[in-house]
């Protein structure tokens, strides 16, 4: 027997907003990525020129010497709008929190050998603060960008890194039994001791970049290229060794984080150097600039860690890894 | 490990936040944060902010993770089963059409907004609260376009919010009201958007709108409502500690703060006459009036608090007692505006029924039977003799507020209450002193006023006639716009409606 339930039959009108019907050239039912970011930025007819800023409207395209047709070409291959982006990273932190219960029940940070853990003090804990700087550059870039394409992802960007100097703190107060000694002398080294000078002389200075797009080739490609593979590849590895397995637990978050955000800013950059040869020609150029920056600035912190002549290599492993990177990209280099 | 003590909230908090701000020396401070002095605001001593929230960016991705699982499950429900089939009346589907184009927006400029104090306030913790607030309005503004889009696919009036938002006269209203925030320095961003948006005037935005759903059997916008509630409350309370931080920082910010909180009221005001005309007019059925909202949230609930603030010296903004006489006027005013020129708005208008102009008089014995049940009446006789008024003129606007000259005189509801002012050789024009003092200090920055009237005339619009800019607009004519009798929207509402009595036989 055949059940029939009556029902009304209701046919819609329309299958998604007419902005992204245009777009696809037909009325089709669209994604929730796309209706929750296609052309919801204003984009004319603005009433007042800041007050900071008289150069320009607060929502801008002038704000970068990039030229698109349209910024929302450049979408985000995860989809994330806020929905998404919110349950993704709230699952991933509960391995975090899971991994910190372990290591705390294991006692495995005290596994690591006297030596290293100092090392791992010296060149884990004062990153924070970089993270810090890159939370900075997320807000800044969400401010000063143009599409909701490209300015949202630019904000969880942002925040990621504030979860990532977090966690970071945490790991110095399992390290110094919840003290703070640990974050006070990673702070002190932050601010002078020399292995740490250029990094935060290359944090501050991506704080003034004028062009935010450059501040988008420097922060998500150059610096982020350099650091993670180094400080959570290379130096991980060696901490393995010594007893380092419960800090590799504790940050395979950024692990983890460094190789999905990167399949974004490739997206991103990818994109804008196809649009047109100026484009390439000036994200090639911030590249050249930003990636020599990067890598210089952590070399020094690597040779400490790794040893003169490893460390020196794998600064410049690193970077060329990034240069090869950035080939694929279709920048020149 | 060494032996583990344990952290209060508070101590953790700061470690492993308030910590990770350093003082520049590869750069200087003033480029670092160069929007911080601009604005005469002065703060010495940023450590003394108190985090009201303390909440790590991993404990707000679990709160709010859990908050979008469940609201995205309800909206799939009421898309399934077609919940706009419980809905009171058709007539309700404008209401959310006017949040959508004209609130929506507004929640984006916040987004970009808060990310601008989220990187510019040179104290960590409010600006680290600034982000997470920056989050939030994106998520707002995402989830509305996710719940709305629903309807957009059975309603008209939806389907260019974005668009229309940009263009259309009475959308720059809210729009021009967030220009006007968003390009204002940092301080003054957060005392507009923070403290007289969020926390002085929100309960009459959003709990109008989301109880209103809540009687019309809007269940998916009933449950964003309720989804951003708790958002909601931490804006807020951001919003008094940054009012409260500033003026306890340095006595001479209190003009500055007194000047915006009067400033940014009164363009407050201006935008929530939509709302009062949502709530008396719009609502098929009604929670309460606008009079009555006014009086619990703004004079009762915004009296206490300014109670509260004169120990900074900080007093009620200025006209509000204005405000509150406008309370007994504005949403008839407003109606009737939108009735004139619907054939020019992307949502229906109507006339009240015998029942609705019953509950206006209860509800405004002092003012609706003797100045606006008369007009309401001739327009209902006119269109039983198959002339229904619209205005074919456009109207002159406020160069502030913007909205068309319709409002009267204080104390004197038959005249219509004009201002001028000169600047530059030129005469400006204003609803109100509320407007024109607004102005008055800022005349450079209000001269620039996209104004859709002066924009149309001057041929910026698309065109020459109405139907060039409607276009223009990209509306739908025939179905965005005019009144609900014969609107598509009403065909098809009753047709569901003859639809469902024959399937229960």
Known sequence: ?333 | MNAIGKLGLKQRYALLTRGLDWEPSYQPRDKVFPYAAFEGIKVHDWSKWEDPFRLTMDAYWKFQAEKERKLYAVLDSFAQNNGQLGLTDARYVNAIKLFLTGVSPLEYQAHRGFAHTGRHLPGIGPRIAAQMQSLDELRHVQTQVHTISHYNKFFDGFHDWQHMHDRVWYLSVPKSFFDDARTGGPFEFMIAIGFSFEYVLTNLLFVPFMSGAAYNGDLATVTFGFSAQSDESRHMTLGIEVIKFLLEQDPDNLPIVQKWVDKWFWRGHRVLGLVAMMMDYMLPRKIMSWREAWDIYFTEAGGSLFEDLARYGLRPPRYADVATAEAEHISHQNWAIFYQYTHAAAFHTWLPSDEEMDWLSEKYPNTFDKYYRPRLEMWREMEKEGKRFYNNGLPQLCTTCQIPMGYTEPGDPGTICFRTSEFRGETYHFCSDGCKDIFDDEPEKFAQSWLPVHQIFQGNCGGASVEDVLRWYRMNLGADNMDQAGSPDQRQWDAWMEARRRVAG
């Open chain 1, 1 to 333: 027997m055949t059940i029939d339930i009556k029902t009304l039959k209701v046919e819609p009108r329309r299958q998604t907003y007419a902005n992204i019907a245009r777009r696809f050239g037909v009325d089709k039912p669209a994604s929730r990525y796309e209706e929750a970011t296609l052309d919801i930025q204003a984009t004319a007819n603005f009433h007042y020129k800041p007050l900071w800023g008289a150069d320009h409207w607060h929502f801008d395209e002038g704000r970068t010497a990039v030229v698109m047709r349209d910024w929302y070409a450049l979408r985000d291959p995860r989809q994330y709008y806020y929905a998404t982006y919110n349950i993704a990273r709230a699952n991933q932190y509960q391995t975090t929190e899971r991994n910190f219960e372990f290591v705390e029940k294991r006692a495995l940070l005290a596994l690591m050998e006297p030596a290293w853990r100092d090392t791992v003090e010296f060149y884990l804990l004062p990153l924070r603060h970089a993270e810090w700087a890159a939370n900075m550059n997320g807000a800044d870039m969400c401010d000063r960008g143009y599409g909701t394409a490209v300015t949202a992802p630019c904000l969880f960007a942002g925040v990621d890194h504030l979860a990532m100097a977090q966690i970071i703190g945490r790991i110095g107060l399992a390290l110094d039994g919840n003290t703070g000694t640990s974050l006070e002398r990673a702070r002190e080294r932050w601010m002078t001791a020399p292995e740490w000078q250029e990094i935060r002389r290359l944090a501050e200075d991506t704080l003034v970049i004028g062009d935010w797009f450059e501040q988008f080739v420097a922060q998500n490609l150059c610096i982020d290229g350099v650091l993670y593979p180094l400080v959570y590849g290379r130096f991980d590895a060696e901490g393995q060794r010594a007893g380092g397995a419960g800090v590799s637990m504790l940050t395979e978050f950024m692990s983890d984080w460094s190789a999905e955000n990167a399949r974004w800013a490739d997206a991103v950059i990818k994109g804008a150097a196809a649009e047109s040869p100026e484009n390439r020609a000036l994200i090639s150029g911030w590249f050249a600039t930003w990636s020599r920056r990067a890598a210089d600035a952590w070399r020094p912190l690597a040779m400490r860690v790794l040893g003169e002549a490893a460390g020196a290599a794998a600064a410049d492993e690193a970077s060329g890894a990034l240069t090869a990177r950035a080939r694929k990209l279709g920048l020149d280099v």
